[in-house]
C-alpha cells in the first residue's frame, strides 16, 4: 500500500516509520534540526505545518512537513 500525499508525493507504507501530529510533538523543531541535510526533509505544509512524516528512501532517513492532518493521512490510506 502506498501513502498519497499529493499528486507529487507517494511514500510507500513499508518505508514508512511515522506519522506524527507537529501540535503533540514537544521537540519539533530538534528533531526537524537533527536531518542531515534540507534535502532530508522538504515542506509542503504552505505555513500550515499540522502532520511530520519520517520515511526511509535508499538507506537515508527523510522528512515531510505536511498541511495534511495525521487522522485525513491515516483515513484517505486505508
Do not use: A, C, H
Amino acid at each position: 500500500m502506498y501513502i498519497v500525499l499529493n499528486k507529487d508525493i507517494i511514500i510507500n507504507e513499508n518505508d514508512l516509520i511515522g506519522i506524527f501530529n507537529i501540535d503533540k510533538l514537544e521537540n519539533f523543531k530538534k528533531i526537524v534540526g537533527n536531518f542531515n541535510d534540507n534535502s532530508d526533509i522538504i515542506n509542503i505544509s504552505v505555513g500550515n505545518e499540522k502532520t511530520l512524516i519520517i520515511y526511509k528512501n535508499k538507506n537515508r532517513v527523510k522528512g515531510i512537513i505536511s498541511n495534511i492532518s495525521p487522522n485525513s493521512i491515516k483515513k484517505r490510506n486505508k
